[in-house]
């Protein structure tokens, strides 16, 4: 990153984990087979469960604390107290600093509970992103936050925010697959010196039946005919290929898994590499199809993709 930290290209996203036996199961045998980098967030309420394990393994001597990189980041409805939630988020994860965090999402909220949030009962704010960020800038100084970035910004926000920031954003965390390459997005993250993190690298197929919007499972980025092509020729999963794909555009990736056999799988991307010819197949996709679309916050003024919503009927 920009600061001269390192982002880890391959960890494990922990959205929807939040069973509290199977997330403790899951955590612990990432850990096992070498994941070191954990992506979690306050909306995903697991905080705390990833903690304690980290912090059991710690305790035992099986890793050290710099070993480890965690991803947290500031819910929707912490605009207003940025400080309270980034402490609350040190605590739960039972650590002195957070490797890197992040700004959820552009679209601050009134503070509301989780269930309020995703029912779209969430009342919007306002506040400027600046005014979030100077708050993230002390912890920053203070060696509390080890980076700072967003996710979920466009790029006109993500521009807009780097040109008033002391401290520069170091990474913007999106929605991010073959199918959604965001080309625009990580050229302006390139030329910024921002780093790059994939959500969705392999079109989430876990997501809830609500934010499907359509998308059938021949649609999704693992049936692609390339994707299916490419499996077959390095006799890896559709998954491996996606994952690998973005890794060699240079590009963070955190898929989610809870099962065992996908944990390694998706960990086992590093003993082949993809031409340049096949890179290529994958850039000459023409369609674009985002899985996400926050209709949740559809009346948002500070909503990022406002002609995505249109296109899909959300808004008029």
């Given at each position: 990153m920009s600061n001269g930290k390192d982002l880890p290209l391959l960890g494990l996203g922990t959205w929807q984990a939040t069973d509290e036996t199977e997330l403790e199961t899951t955590i612990k045998t990432a850990l096992d087979i070498g994941y070191r980098y954990f992506d979690t967030a306050a909306l995903y309420q697991n905080e705390h469960i990833?903690?304690?394990?980290?912090?059991?393994?710690?305790?035992?001597?099986?890793?050290?604390?710099?070993?480890?990189?965690?991803?947290?980041?500031?819910?929707?409805?912490?605009?207003?107290?940025?400080?309270?939630?980034?402490?609350?988020?040190?605590?739960?994860?039972?650590?002195?600093?957070?490797?890197?965090?992040?700004?959820?999402?552009?679209?601050?909220?009134?503070?509301?509970?989780?269930?309020?949030?995703?029912?779209?009962?969430?009342?919007?704010?306002?506040?400027?992103?600046?005014?979030?960020?100077?708050?993230?800038?002390?912890?920053?100084?203070?060696?509390?936050?080890?980076?700072?970035?967003?996710?979920?910004?466009?790029?006109?926000?993500?521009?807009?925010?780097?040109?008033?920031?002391?401290?520069?954003?170091?990474?913007?965390?999106?929605?991010?697959?073959?199918?959604?390459p965001q080309k625009k997005l990580f050229e302006l993250c390139k030329k910024l010196d921002i780093t790059l993190t994939a959500y969705a690298p392999i079109g989430s197929p876990g997501r809830p039946e609500m934010l499907k919007n359509g998308v059938t499972p021949e649609q999704e980025p693992m049936a692609h005919p390339i994707t299916k092509k490419l499996a077959e020729k390095y006799k890896k999963t559709p998954a491996q290929i996606l994952i690998r794909q973005l890794m060699q555009r240079g590009i963070s990736v955190i898929p989610k898994s809870t099962n065992e056999k996908r944990l390694k799988e998706n960990f086992d991307v590093l003993d082949f590499t993809l031409t340049d010819e096949e890179m290529e197949e994958f850039d000459s996709i023409k369609e674009d199809r985002q899985l996400f679309f926050f209709e949740f916050f559809k009346t948002h003024p500070f909503h990022p993709w406002k002609d995505a919503l249109r296109e899909k009927g959300f808004i008029e």
């Open positions: 990833i903690g304690r394990i980290l912090s059991e393994y710690i305790k035992e001597g099986k890793i050290k604390r710099e070993d480890i990189f965690i991803t947290t980041k500031l819910a929707l409805y912490g605009h207003d107290e940025p400080a309270k939630y980034i402490d609350e988020s040190l605590e739960k994860l039972r650590t002195d600093y957070i490797d890197l965090f992040l700004i959820h999402a552009p679209t601050p909220v009134k503070p509301c509970s989780p269930e309020e949030l995703f029912t779209g009962k969430g009342e919007n704010a306002l506040t400027p992103h600046i005014d979030t960020w100077k708050v993230l800038e002390k912890y920053y100084n203070d060696g509390k936050l080890k980076a700072i970035g967003v996710s979920n910004f466009n790029e006109e926000q993500l521009q807009d925010l780097y040109d008033k920031a002391t401290v520069k954003p170091m990474n913007n965390q999106v929605e991010c697959h073959i199918l959604h």
